[in-house]
């Protein structure tokens, strides 16, 4: 028999939950992706498929999500100043030139949150992974 399902993480809910879902569970909760695309990694093991919900992607390795992209998460978007995230995420953010890291506590996983930043120091986009693999 097949294992039950999850349920859909409430709309506003850390998305970090998405984290571990198989291909069937994500299918089953949101439907059919409005689009897949392939990403190449510097190693083959490396290349994901990546299912695209909105503004949310969902890059897998073999049958399992172990990251997700957002344009906003945790009370931060996409376009605000980086000196936002410390602000936000508290003192365990550690800032790089074009990021900033910050280690999610209490999940299933080792999880990280990134916030990637451009030359003007503003936020372009986040991600949350498996820090393991």
Same mark, same amino acid.
């Given at each position: 028999?097949?294992? !039950?399902?999850?349920?859909?993480?409430? *709309?506003?809910?850390? !998305? *970090?939950?998405?984290?571990?879902?198989?291909?069937?569970?994500?299918?089953?909760?949101?439907?059919?992706?409005?689009?897949?695309?392939?990403?190449?990694?510097?190693? +083959?093991?490396? #290349?994901?498929?990546?299912? %695209?919900? &909105?503004?949310?992607?969902?890059?897998?390795?073999?049958?399992? %999500?172990?990251?997700? &992209?957002?344009?906003?998460?945790?009370?931060? /978007?996409?376009?605000?100043?980086?000196?936002?995230? !410390?602000?936000?995420? &508290?003192? #365990?953010?550690?800032?790089?030139? #074009?990021? *900033?890291?910050?280690?999610?506590?209490?999940?299933?996983?080792?999880?990280?949150?990134?916030?990637?930043? #451009?030359?003007? &120091?503003? +936020?372009? /986009?986040?991600?949350?992974?498996? /820090?393991?693999?």
């Amino acid at each position: 028999t097949a294992a !039950p399902l999850r349920a859909q993480p409430a *709309s506003g809910e850390d !998305p *970090s939950v998405f984290i571990g879902f198989s291909l069937g569970e994500l299918v089953e909760i949101l439907g059919a992706p409005e689009r897949v695309y392939a990403v190449r990694g510097n190693e +083959v093991w490396q #290349d994901d498929v990546v299912f %695209v919900y &909105g503004e949310r992607e969902f890059y897998f390795y073999r049958d399992r %999500v172990w990251q997700v &992209g957002l344009r906003s998460a945790f009370g931060i /978007s996409a376009g605000e100043k980086r000196e936002v995230v !410390p602000l936000v995420m &508290g003192d #365990d953010t550690v800032a790089a030139e #074009d990021h *900033s890291l910050v280690r999610l506590r209490g999940r299933a996983w080792p999880m990280n949150v990134r916030f990637n930043h #451009d030359e003007r &120091g503003m +936020v372009t /986009s986040i991600f949350i992974y498996r /820090s393991d693999f």
